[in-house]
């Protein structure tokens, strides 16, 4: 790819194009509502980062630490009780707009979040995937945990894990 992406730390100011990336990548009752991602803007947005291909918002990674080593529904909403001290990082979502997609822009969101829970001093980082996304999540270093306790969305779901 000639251009260059460019991962940052979002803030509130880039609520809108996120949210149009998570509506374009997530069918509806996947998708994190706007207010969850006000809420997370606003209360940890050391943890959601941005890709940026010439200036444009291309792609997304956001999550919060926790004391929970894994996902569970409650997490996903918006005032759920999460804890910036916990050694966990959960991810809720990775998304790249449909145009963008295969030119290795997951894969860096991806690498600047394991390089931010490293140097946070977490242990531990976990998200949920559905059965055909394992080996792309294998492929960055996860291991299958197993099925999740989560069902949003109605779908099986897998916990995949790191530890740092
Ligand atoms: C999954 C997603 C984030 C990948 O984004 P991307 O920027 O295209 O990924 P990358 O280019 O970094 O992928 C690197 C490699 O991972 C694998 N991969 C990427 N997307 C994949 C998919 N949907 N299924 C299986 N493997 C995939 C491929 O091997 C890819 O290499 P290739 O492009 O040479 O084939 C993107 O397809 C997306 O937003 N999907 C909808 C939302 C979603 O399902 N997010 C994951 C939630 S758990």
Same mark, same amino acid.
């Given at each position: 790819?000639?251009?260059?992406?460019?991962?940052?730390?979002?803030?509130?100011?880039? =609520?809108?194009? $996120?949210?149009?990336?998570?509506?374009?990548?997530?069918?509806?009752?996947?998708?994190?509502?706007? @207010? +969850? *991602?006000?809420?997370?803007?606003?209360?940890?947005?050391?943890?959601?980062?941005?890709?940026?291909?010439?200036?444009?918002?291309?792609?997304?990674?956001?999550?919060?630490?926790?004391?929970?080593?894994?996902?569970?529904?409650?997490?996903?909403?918006?005032?759920?009780?999460?804890?910036?001290?916990?050694?966990?990082?959960? =991810?809720?979502? $990775?998304?790249?707009?449909?145009?963008?997609?295969?030119?290795?822009?997951?894969?860096?969101?991806? @690498? +600047? *979040?394991?390089?931010?829970?490293?140097?946070?001093?977490?242990?531990?980082?976990?998200?949920?995937?559905?059965?055909?996304?394992?080996?792309?999540?294998?492929?960055?270093?996860?291991?299958?945990?197993?099925?999740?306790?989560?069902?949003?969305?109605?779908?099986?779901?897998?916990?995949?894990?790191?530890?740092?």
């Amino acid at each position: 790819m000639s251009e260059k992406i460019i991962i940052k730390q979002a803030d509130i100011g880039d =609520i809108e194009p $996120l949210h149009e990336i998570e509506r374009l990548c997530f069918p509806p009752e996947k998708a994190a509502d706007f @207010s +969850a *991602f006000e809420y997370r803007l606003d209360r940890f947005p050391q943890w959601f980062f941005k890709a940026e291909l010439e200036g444009r918002i291309v792609g997304l990674i956001d999550g919060s630490s926790s004391d929970s080593p894994y996902i569970t529904d409650d997490l996903y909403d918006e005032g759920s009780d999460y804890n910036d001290s916990g050694e966990n990082l959960l =991810i809720y979502g $990775l998304a790249v707009h449909p145009v963008y997609r295969h030119q290795g822009i997951a894969r860096s969101l991806m @690498s +600047a *979040f394991i390089e931010a829970a490293r140097q946070a001093g977490k242990t531990h980082i976990s998200l949920t995937c559905k059965e055909s996304l394992i080996t792309f999540y294998e492929s960055l270093g996860y291991t299958n945990h197993g099925v999740s306790e989560s069902v949003k969305g109605n779908v099986t779901s897998y916990d995949m894990e790191m530890y740092l």
